[in-house]
C-alpha cells in the first residue's frame, strides 16, 4: 500500500500562485509514476500533469500547459505541481496519483493509489 497526503492548497487570487505538495509512505516512491488530477464541482476527474519515475519525463493536459510544473524529489518521496496564472476555472480538488509501470502517462482508470486531495479555489 502506498498513503498519499496532499498539502498546499486554500484560496487564492486569480494570477496568483501555489504550490501543492503530495507526500508518499508505505512502498519505494521512485516504483511509482506519479501524477495530478483535478475535480471540479459537478465534473469529472481531470488529468492534470504526470512524471516518470526518475523525473525525466513530463506530462501535462492541455489546459495547463505552460502555467503548471511538476516535480519530484525521490530522497523526500514527494511530488510538487507548482501553479502559476491561477485563474478562477482552475478551482478544483487537486488528487495526487500513484502508478506503477514505466510508462509516465496516466489516467484515472490507470491510477493505483489516490491521495484524499486538497482544495484550490481561486477567486476572480
Known amino acids: 500500500q502506498v498513503q498519499l497526503v496532499e498539502s498546499g492548497g486554500g484560496l487564492v487570487q486569480a494570477g496568483g500562485s501555489l504550490r501543492l505538495s503530495c507526500t508518499a509512505s508505505?512502498?519505494?516512491?521512485?516504483?511509482?509514476?506519479m501524477g495530478w488530477f483535478r475535480q471540479a464541482p459537478g465534473k469529472e476527474r481531470d488529468f492534470v500533469a504526470s512524471?516518470?519515475?526518475?523525473?525525466?519525463?513530463?506530462y501535462y493536459g492541455d489546459s495547463v500547459k505552460g502555467r503548471f510544473t511538476i516535480s519530484r524529489d525521490n530522497a523526500k518521496n514527494t511530488v510538487y505541481l507548482q501553479i502559476n496564472s491561477l485563474k478562477p476555472e482552475d478551482t478544483a480538488v487537486y488528487y495526487c496519483?500513484?502508478?506503477?509501470?514505466?510508462?509516465?502517462?496516466?489516467?484515472?482508470?490507470?491510477?493505483?493509489?489516490w491521495g484524499k486531495g486538497t482544495l484550490v479555489t481561486v477567486s476572480s
Open positions: 512524471i516518470s519515475r526518475f523525473g525525466s519525463s513530463t
Open positions: 508505505g512502498r519505494t516512491f521512485s516504483n511509482y509514476v
Open positions: 496519483a500513484a502508478r506503477s509501470g514505466a510508462f509516465a502517462t496516466m489516467s484515472p482508470s490507470t491510477v493505483d493509489y
